[in-house]
Structures are given as C-alpha cells and as structure tokens.
C-alpha cells in the first residue's frame, strides 16, 4: 500500500469513527406513546444539552414519598425554537409536565408539555 492510499484509508477510517455518534440515537420505543400522564412537581434539576435536554422533577406518590420523575426533551435547537432556554426551568420552580410514560414504569417519560406555575405554557 503506498503512503498516499494509506493516508486516505486511514482519513475515511477517522471521517467514519467520528461520524458514527451522530448516526448512533436511539429510538423512541421506551416510551408508551399511546398513554399520557401529568404530575405537577417541583423542578430539582434541567440539563440543556444535546442530544437531548433533561428535565427532572420532585413530586409526591400516593403514600406522600417523593419520586424524583426523568423527562427526555428534545435537542437544544429545537428547544430554543419553542422559548425554551437554559434558565427556563430552574430549581424549585413548580411545573406541571404533560408525558409519554417509561414502558418499564420507572418514574417518567418523554415530554409532551410543561406548564409553569405562571401559566406560561412550553410544547
């Protein structure tokens, strides 16, 4: 192999490598698109990053526990076209999240809405 197809195999090796974690995103399937549910909770922590912003929110089950609910967002363009900024949700704020549940039913899902307690509304 000469030194210049060598270099092109090895520069197509890295193209691909660094291409593959754009290509790598997972599916939607772990969520129950045909339910809805709403919780009213108290935000402990927003991560406005890609792939995927992450809301997380305190609320309180049945028996008066709190359960600390995940909610996947969407990408951070995406975000910003809906008004939704990194100082959006902050700690303690109180929100109302509207979602897909987690098949598995583990504590939360993939957003549809949040409302805050200000009334201002974020689909």
Wanted: glycine share 8%.
């Amino acid at each position: 192999m000469t030194s210049l197809t060598w270099t092109a195999t090895l520069a197509g090796a890295l193209a691909l490598g660094l291409a593959s974690p754009v290509l790598a995103h997972h599916s939607h399937a772990m969520f129950d698109h045909t339910k809805e549910v709403t919780i009213t909770g108290t935000v402990t922590t927003f991560e406005f990053v890609n792939p995927h912003a992450s809301l997380y929110v305190d609320t309180k089950n049945d028996k008066g526990e709190t359960v600390n609910y995940w909610f996947e967002m969407s990408n951070v363009p995406q975000m910003v076209t809906r008004g939704i900024g990194k100082i959006t949700f902050k700690y303690g704020d109180t929100i109302t999240v509207k979602f897909h549940p987690l098949k598995d039913g583990r504590p939360g899902g993939n957003y549809i809405s949040v409302t805050t307690a200000q009334g201002k509304f974020f689909d």
